[in-house]
């Protein structure tokens, strides 16, 4: 288990230093934007492309690192001119015909052509893969070179515009608004821009023949609405702010009446973690079902992908319904800056999920808080929530435990801390990127004393502290 402080990378060094994942993401320099021009194929699964990367210099560059995976190049140019690139594993190595300047912006091009597969890593294989008819993409934590070369790490995070071109009866959803969709022919080109800062894992495309079913209507009509270009429409008092979401769904045609159930409260439920989480944090939100079953369901930016598993018409698993939206704050507004801090993303999803049955009328957040502490009390002792190691980033226990922490702070200081401190924790970092010490700071002045033992009770040590009692 790795376990030292996030370092900071060397100069040109294809490593970002994640404590975790040291080999995704890369040193050197910030991305600004991504521009993305995809053609794709459907039933060939081929994929031809080019990004255009848009990045600042943060020392002098002889060269640089991009992650990406095994597409055939047909040229890098940066700053316009033809750059020299090598290859080893899953990192494009790109030697600028001349050096750049530390601070200095420059832009990279890349062209390339192949068959877009998921990568293979400690948690099967993920990012851009086809389905029975169409395709998806899930990218968390390292699929995201799988479709496009970027600088791999949550703490890089980027606008994009992203053009899709491909066969017209399909729908294509991608992370951010809708600009523009023009058919001809046979093709359908899709735009798409994510104008807020937007780490490469949550970037998602999503392909089929689905139904474009709207939940909570938006300034207009259809799947086409105008782009509000509004990324930072933030009241700091996180209270007057409850604007009605758009949000929409794109749903296979023999699922939409059970979905039409599952998903019947979605908009009660985007107004209620607005309350508890201030404003939700995007233009709108996108569901997905997919016509096949997948694992689990999957957040990307403003955007969430359910798998026909997760639909049976009688909310079995609203739950997820619940979990996946609170990851629009936590994980893809605040996202962790490096990955050991992923208990802050899965524990505040999981503590949504139970906050979410108590406002709906089912158990209490505090009986499925006492559920799931007999539950964690029964398994191993041996994972501190703060540093899991990178083998359990996605263990049970993380998100349990996570939220078990949030309730038993709840039970410390009382709901009129603690609810305060989520939504300040939430508005104050928005589209920001956050660590487990920034969290135990603001609660510490929140509470207005130091919560140093019950931080390191439950951050740190391997055993399961008591639950405390309801104040
Ligand atoms: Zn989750």
Known sequence: MISKASAQPSPGADTSGDSYLPHHGNGGYRVRHYDLELDYKIGPNRLSA??????????????????????????????????????????????????????????????????????????????????????????QPVGAPSWFPCNDHPADKATYRVALT?????????????????????????????????????????????????????????WLSPPSVTAYRISLDGDAVLASVPQRAAVPPRLRRA?????????????????????????????????????????????????????????????????????????NSLTVADWRHIWLNEGFATYAEWLWSEESGGQTAHAWAKTWHARMKAKPADLRLADPGVSRMFDERVYKRGGLLLHALRCLVGDAVFFPLVKAWAVENRHGLVTTAAFVTLAERFAGRSLSSFFDAWLHAPALPPLPTLP
């Open 50 to 139: 080019s990004a255009a990367i848009t990045a600042e210099a943060t020392q002098a560059l002889s060269r640089f690192t991009l992650d990406f995976g095994e597409f055939r190049i047909n040229r890098v140019l940066v700053n316009g001119k033809p750059a020299k690139y090598t290859r080893r594993a899953h990192k494009l190595n790109v030697k600028p015909a001349k050096s750049l300047a530390a601070g200095s912006e420059f832009r990279v091009e890349v062209y390339y052509v192949g068959n877009p597969r998921p990568l293979p890593g400690l948690w099967g294989d993920i990012g851009w893969d086809e389905l029975t008819d169409g395709s998806l993409v899930a990218s």
């Open 166 to 222: 491909t066969s017209s009866p399909y729908l294509v959803a991608v992370t951010g608004n809708l600009v523009s969709r023009l058919s001809r022919a046979s093709t359908t080109r899709w735009v798409f821009e994510r104008l807020e800062p937007t780490p490469t894992y949550l970037m998602s495309v999503q392909i089929g023949r689905y139904d474009d079913v709207e939940l909570v209507s938006g300034p207009e009509p259809g």
């Open 259 to 331: 979905f039409s159930r599952d998903f019947g409260r979605q908009g009660k439920i985007m107004d209620s973690l607005q309350r508890l989480f201030g404003p939700y944090p995007f233009d709108e939100y996108v569901i997905v079902v997919t016509d096949d079953d997948l694992d689990d369901p999957i957040e990307a930016q403003g955007m969430s992908i359910f798998g026909a598993n997760h639909v049976d018409g009688r909310r079995t698993h609203e739950r997820l319904v619940v979990h996946e939206l609170a990851h629009q704050w936590f994980g």
